[in-house]
């Protein structure tokens, strides 16, 4: 897996790309998180690039999803793949986040 | 490629993307829709990874037996393990309807495996866990 980030106006933007399972949710853990450890700007996650998720990934947008509220901090997540919809789905995750097709209509959204 | 796949994987997390590889070439060779070769992966490795991360007292490598066979349109897989006895539909299906606040995340792995599965089944045998998981392939994914 790797992590792409991107500062888009005042938006974050974080994609990453290839398998976010238990073998290398601790890195996107690590990753997502130094950006949520204090308050932030508003912050899409691209899943454009992303080929596969589990629960170990969705683990890690959940932690970032109840730091976001907190921090009263716009989050958004973009990109997502028919499979990976589903996946949202099945785990009720889609009432949880703000899920918007693409990256500029979310960067828009938000910024 | 046969129409079965035979894998024996050792229980490190980076395993799990090793059989995926070879899952997706089996499904690939096979003519299996792509969605579907999405959802056998993540029950075999929310499963896997289960047994990998709770299942074993020592430090010791094991091995986790793997198969994948297609037999009149159906798609059985038999995993088999010599971890501590384990029967992951035991659990309590997660709460869905709950908010980012209350969300946790427990439970969501094996309720992906029943949600996808037609068929799932578990049983400890003398030497370890047992689990089948059949998906009908006329069902649509």
Same mark, same amino acid.
């Given at each position: 897996?790797?992590?792409? $980030?991107?500062?888009? #106006?005042?938006?974050?933007?974080?994609?990453?790309? #290839?398998?976010?399972?238990?073998?290398?949710?601790?890195?996107?853990?690590?990753?997502?998180?130094?950006?949520?450890?204090?308050?932030?700007?508003?912050?899409?996650?691209?899943?454009?690039?992303?080929?596969?998720?589990?629960?170990?990934?969705?683990?890690?947008?959940?932690?970032?999803?109840?730091?976001?509220?907190?921090?009263?901090?716009?989050?958004?997540?973009?990109?997502?793949?028919?499979?990976?919809?589903?996946?949202? $789905?099945?785990? #009720?995750?889609?009432?949880?986040?703000?899920?918007?097709?693409?990256?500029?209509?979310?960067?828009?959204?938000?910024? | 490629?046969?129409?079965?796949?035979?894998?024996?994987?050792?229980?490190?997390?980076?395993?799990?993307?090793?059989?995926?590889?070879?899952?997706?070439?089996?499904?690939?060779?096979? *003519?299996?829709?792509?969605?579907?070769?999405?959802?056998?992966?993540?029950?075999?490795?929310?499963?896997?990874?289960?047994?990998?991360?709770?299942?074993?007292?020592?430090?010791?490598?094991?091995?986790?037996?793997?198969?994948?066979?297609?037999?009149?349109?159906?798609? /059985?897989?038999?995993?088999?393990?010599?971890?501590?006895?384990?029967?992951?539909?035991?659990?309590?299906?997660?709460?869905?309807?709950? &908010?980012?606040?209350?969300?946790?995340?427990? *439970?969501?792995?094996?309720?992906?495996?029943?949600?996808?599965?037609?068929?799932? &089944?578990?049983?400890?045998?003398? &030497?370890?866990?047992?689990?089948?998981?059949?998906? /009908?392939?006329?069902?649509?994914?």
């Amino acid at each position: 897996m790797q992590i792409a $980030e991107e500062q888009l #106006g005042a938006v974050l933007v974080i994609a990453p790309s #290839g398998r976010l399972d238990s073998g290398t949710a601790k890195a996107f853990e690590d990753a997502v998180m130094k950006h949520f450890a204090a308050a932030g700007p508003a912050t899409v996650i691209d899943l454009a690039d992303l080929g596969y998720v589990s629960s170990a990934g969705l683990r890690v947008l959940l932690m970032a999803a109840k730091r976001a509220k907190v921090q009263n901090r716009k989050l958004a997540l973009c990109g997502l793949s028919s499979s990976i919809r589903e996946v949202f $789905e099945m785990s #009720g995750f889609t009432k949880l986040f703000d899920i918007v097709p693409a990256r500029a209509e979310a960067v828009a959204k938000l910024g | 490629m046969a129409d079965k796949l035979v894998v024996r994987l050792k229980n490190q997390l980076p395993e799990v993307a090793r059989l995926a590889e070879l899952v997706d070439r089996f499904g690939a060779c096979n *003519g299996l829709a792509e969605g579907l070769i999405y959802n056998v992966n993540l029950c075999l490795d929310e499963l896997i990874t289960n047994t990998i991360s709770y299942g074993y007292d020592d430090h010791r490598e094991h091995i986790i037996a793997v198969q994948v066979m297609l037999e009149n349109c159906v798609l /059985r897989t038999v995993l088999e393990d010599d971890a501590r006895a384990f029967n992951p539909f035991d659990a309590e299906p997660p709460n869905l309807a709950r &908010s980012v606040e209350e969300r946790a995340i427990g *439970g969501l792995g094996v309720h992906f495996v029943r949600t996808l599965m037609d068929e799932v &089944s578990y049983r400890r045998t003398s &030497s370890g866990n047992r689990v089948e998981l059949t998906k /009908r392939l006329d069902t649509g994914g």
